[in-house]
C-alpha cells in the first residue's frame, strides 16, 4: 500500500475543509434566497390586495431579505401605523 506525501496529504484535506465550508455557505445562501422571495410576495400580493402604497426601495428589499415573511409583516404593520413606509 503506498503511503501518500504529506504535502499532497495536506492539499486534500483543505480541499475537504474547502468543500464543506461551501457547501454550508451555498446552503445558508439557498435559504436566504427563498426567504427574500417569500417576503417579498407577501409584501407585493398585500400590497396589490390591500392598496397600501408601500414603494420598494432598498431598506423595503433589504428588511424582507432579513426578516422574510415576518419582515414583510413588520412593513405592512409599521405601513398600517403610519410609523414609516
Avoid: R
Wanted: aromatic residues 10%; glycine residues 10%; proline residues 4%.
Amino acid at each position: 500500500m503506498p503511503i501518500i506525501p504529506t504535502p499532497e496529504l495536506s492539499v486534500i484535506v483543505i480541499a475537504i475543509i474547502a468543500a464543506v465550508v461551501l457547501y454550508i455557505l451555498l446552503k445558508s445562501v439557498k435559504k436566504l434566497i427563498i426567504n427574500t422571495v417569500m417576503g417579498l410576495v407577501v409584501l407585493i400580493g398585500a400590497n396589490i390586495v390591500f392598496g397600501l402604497g408601500i414603494a420598494y426601495s432598498w431598506i423595503v428589499f433589504l428588511i424582507c431579505a432579513i426578516g422574510g415573511i415576518f419582515g414583510a409583516l413588520l412593513i405592512i404593520l409599521l405601513n398600517y401605523l403610519g410609523i414609516a413606509f
